[in-house]
């Protein structure tokens, strides 16, 4: 084997080294941000049934206004 294939090996390595790394960072940050949206959907479920809630009691009250009328 020639000094060539060895040194496009080597540079054949460092670019899978590098894809790799490139990869963990990517995969880092996906994670990070579907941390972040795990939290934001558990907040907007939150303020949701909150706001069933309020309705719910707002239609009661109607329902009793109807009724007494």
């Known amino acids: 084997m020639t000094d060539h ?7 054949k390595i460092d670019q899978l080294l590098a894809r790799c790394e490139q990869l963990e960072r ?3 940050r996906l994670l ?3 941390q972040q949206n ?3 959907r558990a ?9 069933r809630a309020q309705v719910e009691k707002m239609i ?3 329902k009793t206004l109807e009724q007494n009328s």
Request: hydrophobic share 30%; charged share 30%; no cysteine.
């Open 60 to 62: 009661q009250r109607l």
């Open 26 to 28: 990517e995969n880092q």
């Open 43 to 51: 907040r907007l479920l939150q303020a949701n049934d909150q706001t």
């Open 5 to 11: 294939y060895f040194i496009a090996l080597e540079q």
């Open 32 to 34: 990070a941000s579907e």
């Open 38 to 40: 795990r939290q934001e």
